[in-house]
Every structure is written in C-alpha cells, then in structure tokens.
C-alpha cells in the first residue's frame, strides 16, 4: 500500500502541470502515480517533467535503447515500479516482449546490439553499485557511442536512480497499464510492495 496517496486530476489548479499530465495520457494511456504524488510541491513536479522530457526524449540516442537502459537500470535496483513503467515506455518505443524478457541475457542473447550491451552493462553495474563503473566502463561506450551520447546514457540511468528511489520509499501504486505490459514479456513477475 502506497505511503502517500497521489493527488487527483481534480485537485490540482496549475494549467502547465494539467497540459503536462494529460500529455502522460496520451502517450501511455495512464498519468504515473509517481507524479501525481510529487505534485503536491508543483515545482518539484514541474522540473522533474522537464528534466525527464530532457533526458528521455532528446538528444541523439535512440529512445529505445533509453528505455533499456532505464530498465536496466531499474531492475538491477530492484524497483518494481519503475521496471513495469520501463517494460511500458520499451514497449511504446517498438522493444519487442522477448528483447524484454531476454534483458538479463544480454551479453549471449542476440537479440541485442554490442551497443546495447555496452549501455546496459553500465546500466546494470551503475544501478546496483555506482562506484563499481570503471573506465573500462567508459572505453567500451567509446566505441559506439561519443561523448555526448554517453552523458545521454548516464543521465537516463542517473535519472533512475531517483526515481527508483522516489517509488521504492513512497511505495507508489502500480497502475493497470505498466502491470499488464510487464506480464506480457514476464508473465511470472510480481510487482511487490507496488500493488
């Protein structure tokens, strides 16, 4: 059971946050819980919802591979919240169910680029122990990837972090779409502390 109960469409007044949540719906057919909560500080709200669009959504970086990235990140966390919301966003940006469901085989599964697994082995590394990221880290995203792109990479995972954070503590409620999209590639997954 969450710790905090998110607000409400009804009870928030600020136009720019409104636009922002109904933007949410439209892409994912749901507005996050997650939110929904930290918009009970609307500047806390509003430069999440920017620093997100700009991490996630721009630069050079394939959207996909963000959003593995960020999944990676998210499980190697253990943050069930955010895994099913990434599994969700994956999916959106044309992941199939079985790269999905292959994640934690993605050094021998073929169904990842070297690319991928140089951003996903960070993902995982960082996401478990940031100090752990060394520069043969580096060395191998320096092959597929330049500088710019790499801060893309770090961001999408550092952008984890707090989220994953944010979720776990608040123990945010799963919502219907991101469980059911996350069963679809993990049918035996448990959403945890989440339901």
């Known amino acids: 059971m969450t710790h905090l109960r998110p607000l409400e469409l ?18 994912r057919g749901f507005t996050p819980n997650s939110i929904r909560t930290m918009a009970r500080r609307p500047n806390i709200v509003k ?14 970086v394939p959207e996909e591979l963000k ?18 919301h990434m599994s969700n966003l994956s999916s959106i940006y044309n992941v199939p169910d079985e790269k999905i469901a292959a994640l934690w085989e993605f050094q021998t599964s073929d169904l990842f680029s070297d ?26 995203l320096g092959k597929y990837f330049d500088d710019g792109q790499i801060v893309e990479i770090v961001a999408s995972i550092a952008l984890f972090g707090y989220l994953n954070r944010w979720n776990d503590t608040m123990a945010t409620q799963l919502e219907a779409v991101p469980r059911e999209r996350i069963k679809r590639a993990l049918p035996d997954w448990d959403e945890g502390k989440h339901s």
Do not use: W
């Open 47 to 60: 430069a999440f919802m920017q620093l997100n669009q700009a991490v996630l959504y721009e630069g050079t």
């Open 115 to 140: 690319a991928e697994r140089a951003a996903i082995a960070l993902a995982l590394k960082a996401g478990i122990l940031p100090n752990d990221a060394d520069q043969a880290d580096f060395d191998e």
């Open 10 to 27: 009804s009870e928030i007044d600020d136009p720019e946050i409104l636009s922002k949540f109904q933007h949410y719906a439209d892409t």
């Open 67 to 84: 959003m593995l990235v960020s999944l990676a990140s998210s499980v190697a966390s253990g943050c069930r919240y955010c895994q099913s």
